[in-house]
């Protein structure tokens, strides 16, 4: 960025009022959307589907927090980006979008599709013919999530178990998400 950019000259938000001061906090309520906002655009989902998945997490029995944790990352999309097929999650989700996904045999292309323990996930034959698919060298990557199992040479995933909230670090506090939708 050049010296005359914007953000360099003044680094506060625009206003009328100018910079706001340091000792401006946000409110509980303001937490509490901030956190929720930050995990629905992490997994990149829509307000209607998150508000689904708090739902169904919330009629388990188990803590629902762990429990709508586990349903984001069961999604076909998530899985594809886990494993290291895809780059980030919104190429995962167009890859599956694009029908290129198997899952037990049969051709998925929703990526909202919740995977289960044992399932197996692959390509389809058309598709590992594909230069993009052809040219990942998943060997040559850190490993992915301890639920799931890629094998690199047909680069294909068996979901091992159900994912856990000790197997991804989130930045993201559960509670307080939980907190905002049992106001």
């Known amino acids: 960025m050049s010296p005359k950019c914007a953000m360099v000259r003044k680094n506060y938000i625009p206003g009328r009022q100018g910079p706001k001061t340091s000792g401006v906090r946000l409110s509980e309520y303001g937490l509490h959307l901030r956190e929720k906002q930050k995990l629905r655009r992490l997994y990149g989902i829509l307000e209607k589907q998150f508000r689904r998945y708090y739902q169904r997490a919330s009629q388990k029995k188990a803590v629902t927090g762990d429990v709508l944790f586990q349903i984001l990352e069961s999604r076909l999309d998530n899985v594809i980006y886990r494993s290291q097929l895809a780059n980030s999650r919104t190429q ?86 939980v907190e905002y939708y049992s106001r």
């Open 92 to 177: 995962a989700r167009q890859l599956v979008n694009h029908g290129f996904f198997l899952v037990n045999g049969k051709k998925v292309n929703l990526p909202s599709y919740e995977v289960r323990a044992k399932d197996k996930i692959a390509l389809t034959p058309q598709v590992q013919k594909n230069k993009y698919f052809k040219e990942l060298n998943l060997s040559s990557q850190k490993g992915a999530v301890s639920w799931l199992m890629v094998e690199p040479k047909t680069k294909s995933i068996t979901v091992l178990r159900k994912p856990d909230r000790g197997d991804v670090d989130h930045s993201v506090d559960m509670s307080l998400i």
